[in-house]
């Protein structure tokens, strides 16, 4: 592997230390690199860098690390797609999709997606570095991602990044300055965003329309966390986990019998259905629901969920996610389920409460993850720093208010008739689930007339689905396929 360096530009900063760290602020350092993918041998050059962000004055004030991925034996050149990933949290590095589903290198894991050691990556033989090159984008105190001090060591203000409308403004603009630098205007382009990357996706969509001129072929949502219903309660967010709450207890074998003896995809659209028709407008009524109705609802309840009916009529059939990852297995194994992948069990200090001790899935992710990009920007793409590579970062009290960003995709898609959405979500995700995010695409245009360029695609496994070997490989290659129906292929951007 051969490396090239190049270094412009060093800043110090301050940290509460024996001495300055410090990181770059504009620097580019490039490895070449050939990968395998589905049996072709394709050339890329890995560029781990870091650009600067610029206030409104042009004044600096942050340094975004990022990873691009270009392949160098296709013809098409910088027309190529030009995908831009992002992870989500808000303060989650991109290293979850990074090393585990699109690039050209992933984890040492198992085909479930359990860690194993010695702890590593691997080619990705299901890349779609194939077909589009590829930016990971770390926001500000993600990854190697930093704010800057001004000459008087103050630091810019929070507010400047750390909120849904401040985050997509100045990453539009980081995007645009990356695409002239790499000279890629000629690209169709494409973001995709995982968890809350789903709502800053969708604000960006019409943010970079609208802002920087530039206009995407397709917006990709995985996982999506949408906060017009996540964390909101009630009928509406309460109803929607049913499905979920379906899916898991199939997957635990916690179902009737009935159910338990056909496949998931056959039992889902009933749960749908009575989540929709029937749970939604019991919960509405709340206190002044009849008992016979209630006492019928719990039932169903019960069969849909594999939780008994006492527990879900104490509940006021009103069930929280974190009773459910505590209770499903209680009477069982006494085991907990995931959060965020509910195929993964934990031990809690005792049997008893109403939620889990800790998220067993993120506790076995970190496991892989962290020592993986760790070694993996040192070893392999040449940048070594004593900085810490935040997996999760220090985003502060995130600003939630004013989120337009279903809407804003919205006005991006009707304004452009060449973009074209994909939510992708796996049926045991228990935080982000995966009938909430088909009820959010329902939600963007209640006219119906851009229905026909949105599309879903579910997976076997939860949040991060591209962990277990047969959805990376299907995921991917839903990836392609959406890419390739969103290239304009001569045609016209007209109605």
Known sequence: MKKILTLLTLLTINVC???????????????????????????????????????????????????????????????RPLLFSFNGGPGSASVWMHLAYTGPKILKIDDEGYPVQPYG?????????????????????????????????????DELFFGINADTKYLAGWMNTFVTRHNRWESPKFIIGESYGGTRVMGLSLELQNRQWMYLNGVIMVSPADYKVLRVGGPLSSSLNLPYYTAAAWYHKQLPQELQSKDLLEILPDAEAFAINDLMPAIAKGGFISDIEKNAIAEKMSYFSGLSKKVILQQNLDVPNSFFWKELLRNTSAMTIGRLDSRYLGIDKVETGSSPDYNSEITSWLHSFTPAINYYMKNELGFSTDVKYNVFGNVGNWDRSNDNTRDNLRQAMAQNPYLKVLTQSGYYDGATTYFSAKYSQWQIDPSGKLKDRFSFKGYRSGHMMYLRNEDLIKANDDLRDFIKSALPNGKSAKY
């Open 17 to 79: 230390m024996s001495q300055d760290l410090q990181i770059p602020v504009d620097t580019a350092y490039i490895t070449t690199n050939t990968v395998k993918i589905k049996g072709k041998a394709i050339e890329y050059n890995a560029e781990t860098g870091f650009q600067p962000v610029w206030d409104d004055n042009g004044k600096l004030i942050a340094s975004l690390n990022y990873t691009y991925y270009k392949r160098t034996n296709d013809s098409q050149n910088n027309q």
């Open 121 to 157: 990556v691997k080619d990705n033989p299901n890349s779609i570095l194939d077909l589009t090159d590829i930016v990971y984008i770390n926001p500000v105190n993600t990854g190697y991602s930093r704010k800057i001090a001004d000459a008087e060591g103050k630091m810019p203000d």
